[in-house]
């Protein structure tokens, strides 16, 4: 098969088609014949070296793909959703994506929802297993102090994690604030769903959604940020209000006011997604199929692609990525890979 290689620790250059044999699917695993894969940050960090794949898990990046089922012995016991094989399906994966065949524990494996392409379907799994797990178990949205009308403020809302935080939360009723680093960037949070958006570089993000909550704060904040935005986000939070980090693109360090978090009840907290066990990841498999995927089928949640490129640009595609032009998600698509 072709598959996307990272031939040594780097810039995008680094990424090249190459040959690689064909997976095998192992016990409670499927083998996808791949149409399309997502692009995510997570990736970008494998390229450079500071993201490896957990032991036992293909070196070739990726995490997301849409494409039909092929092979694999699918065990009717643990097939929540009736999947066979020639059933077109995304899923979400540790690794391995960049490639024209890869695997994936069934349990991990959505239906495509109806009306949806292969490419649109392969934005879908890395976002949204990811919001959902941070946003409503972790942090759980909707089941604090402040009931069904909690807020959410999105970091970085024009990212991939970030439009699909946006849409799911709006679509499932509550208040959705979220920053971004343009005007235009803001308007298009606005469009999917942001009561308001507002642009870092120009506005005080704490300031504004003191003034939009009538000096109360948002419930739930989620932030790929870090670094020195949690002591702000802190001030931001209503009481009892819980941050949810799923990254650190502005550093692993932050000073927080300890009393503050005493006194308000505010939480701190976190995860990654990828070493998470298949059972785990299942669960959420089983929570998006049932909450989610119909909010996508109804068009309340829509796919947000930015740009798709042949599988052969993958390097373009991280190029793009990188510059944080983008607003939604980047995809690679196998189609025309031979």
């Not at 494409?67 to 094989?85: C, M, T, Y």
């Not at 069934?106 to 239906?111: A, R, S, T």
């Not at 504004?208 to 802190?234: Q, S």
Request: charged share 20%.
């Amino acid at each position: 098969m072709k598959a996307v290689e990272i031939t040594e620790f780097g810039a995008p250059e680094v990424l090249k088609l190459a040959e690689r044999p064909t997976p095998e699917p192992k016990a409670g695993e499927v083998l996808i014949k791949v149409s399309a894969s997502g692009v995510n940050r997570p990736d970008v960090f494998q390229r450079k070296g500071s993201y490896a794949p957990p032991p036992g898990i293909s070196d070739l990046p990726g995490l997301e793909v849409a494409g039909e089922i092929v092979g694999g012995a699918i065990d009717e016991k643990n097939n929540p959703f009736g999947l066979k094989i020639g059933d077109r399906v995304c899923a979400l994966i540790a690794g391995g994506g960049y490639a024209e065949y890869a695997v994936a524990p069934l349990g991990q494996c959505l239906p495509v929802p109806k009306g949806l392409t292969d490419v649109e379907a392969a934005s879908l799994p890395e976002t949204f297993f990811t919001v959902w797990s941070n946003v409503f178990q972790r942090a759980y949205l909707g089941q604090g102090e402040g009931g069904e009308n909690e807020t959410l403020l999105v970091q970085g809302g024009s990212s991939g994690i970030g439009v699909t935080a946006i849409q799911i939360a709006h679509a499932l009723g509550f208040r959705v604030f979220a920053t971004a680093g343009s005007d235009d960037k803001c308007r298009a949070c606005e469009a999917l769903g942001a009561e308001r958006a507002i642009n870092y570089r120009t506005s005080d993000f704490v300031e504004v959604v003191k003034a939009l909550t009538n000096d109360r704060g948002v419930d739930v904040i989620l932030d790929m940020v870090a670094g020195g935005y949690v002591a702000r986000e802190l001030s931001a939070l209503a009481t009892g209000g819980r941050i949810v980090l799923i990254a650190t693109l502005g550093g692993s360090k932050a000073e927080l006011n300890m009393g503050e978090i005493l006194r308000r009840r505010l939480t701190v907290t976190g995860s990654t997604l990828r070493a998470r066990s298949v059972e785990f990841k299942a669960q959420i498999a089983q929570e998006l199929k049932a909450k989610v995927w119909p909010l996508i089928e109804e068009g309340r949640i829509k796919p947000v692609l930015f740009r798709v490129f042949p599988a052969a640009q993958a390097a373009e595609a991280h190029a793009l990525m990188e510059s944080s032009e983008h607003i939604g998600k980047i995809v690679l698509d196998w189609s025309g890979a031979v």
